[in-house]
Nanobody, 126 residues
Framework: QVQLVESGGGSVQPGGSLRLSCVAS????????IAWFRQAPGKEREGVSC????????YYPDSVKGRFTISRDNAKNTMYLQMNSLEPEDTGVYYC???????????????????WGQGTQVSVSS
């Protein structure tokens, strides 16, 4: 059974950091595109980072560029999202995702991800 399970969410003050983890089971993350999304209250889910299946392409929207970093550890079958300089606007439920077909990474790739974790809450407030 293909499954993704996130952890690492929580509450943090503005300017703080969090690292989200996403453990994959039932398949190997290596060689597959991975992504992180978030959904703020009352807003649509948006992609905040991705790495293509060949690890040659990455993408971050301007809203998180320079603050968020996506990575993976193939030995642990785990992907990560390091989030620094957090802002209240970063509050939301964060989801990891992957796709089992070959996929590059760009803003246009986000709608193609079709395997999702259950989400983890991130709250940024003073």
């Amino acid at each position: 059974q293909v499954q993704l399970v996130e952890s690492g969410g929580g509450s943090v003050q503005p300017g703080g950091s969090l690292r989200l983890s996403c453990v994959a089971s039932g398949f190997t993350l290596a060689g597959h595109a991975i992504a992180w999304f978030r959904q703020a209250p009352g807003k649509e889910r948006e992609g905040v980072s991705c790495i293509g299946s060949s690890d040659r392409s990455t993408y971050y929207p301007d809203s998180v560029k320079g603050r968020f970093t996506i990575s993976r550890d193939n030995a642990k079958n785990t992907m990560y999202l390091q989030m620094n300089s957090l802002e209240p606007e970063d509050t939301g439920v964060y989801y990891c995702a992957t796709d089992l077909d070959p996929l590059g990474c760009s803003e246009y790739a986000f709608p193609l991800f079709d395997i999702w974790g259950q989400g983890t809450q991130v709250s940024v407030s003073s």
